[in-house]
């Protein structure tokens, strides 16, 4: 996309919803609803149109009229297990069917984190490729191209755009489709039906804008 063409407000939008998505693939808690996720999810999409804006508005009813119960166990049987997990939510277990290909994707995105100055909170459990990580990676590299694009540092835009190319061919991108329609269908929630589809469209636009 030419730099005169870039609109910062879709830019901060898509980033928004983007920090958002990621927030949902972490334990369902009543933090949700008592922190108005949804609504600031909401507020997020609404510039981006109906397109994101009627499927957020649906997540949000999903979660609302779902017992929390519910939720939670929807959430292991899909992302946990211990015994038949549904769709496990690491991008190695996607992008590679041994052992040793698993450990080359997950040192790899690493190495694109470091790239773009990602460091995971010391907090955070679980592997570098979870969902919710590479989430929160795409998160920041769109938060730095609307900081780049506003600042006209054209060099960091260029940068960025090749970052996030690389990122989203041999990471998010490649393995997200799967792992999207897995959580569609094996989810008993329409919660995480609607979130699996967000996210598909979510990754899948992404991905085409910055091959454009």
Do not use: K
């Amino acid at each position: 996309m030419p730099e005169h063409a870039y609109d910062l407000t879709l830019g901060a939008a898509r980033a928004d919803l983007c920090r958002y998505l990621a927030a949902c693939y972490y334990e369902p808690t009543p933090a949700f609803a008592e922190e108005r996720m949804f609504a600031a999810m909401l507020a997020a999409a609404a510039p981006l149109g109906d397109a994101y804006a009627a499927p957020v508005r649906r997540l949000g009813e999903a979660f609302a009229a779902t017992a929390l119960q519910d939720l939670l166990v929807d959430y292991t049987r899909l992302f946990i297990g211990p015994i038949g997990t549904l769709a496990r939510p690491y991008g190695s277990v996607w992008l590679g069917g041994d052992v040793t290909l698993m450990q080359d994707s997950s040192v790899a995105v690493e190495a694109l984190y470091e790239e773009g100055g990602f460091a995971i909170d010391d907090a955070f459990r679980e592997l570098p490729d979870h969902v919710a990580a590479e989430l929160e990676f795409l998160y920041l590299l769109i938060h730095q191209q609307n900081v780049a694009q506003a600042r006209g540092e054209l060099d960091a835009v260029h940068a960025n755009a090749d970052l996030r190319r690389r990122f989203l061919d041999a990471h998010l991108g490649a393995w997200s489709p799967a792992f999207a329609r897995a959580v569609e269908e094996g989810a008993q929630t329409p919660f995480y039906r609607e979130l699996a589809a967000l996210t598909a469209r979510f990754v899948a636009d992404e991905t085409a804008a910055v091959r454009g």
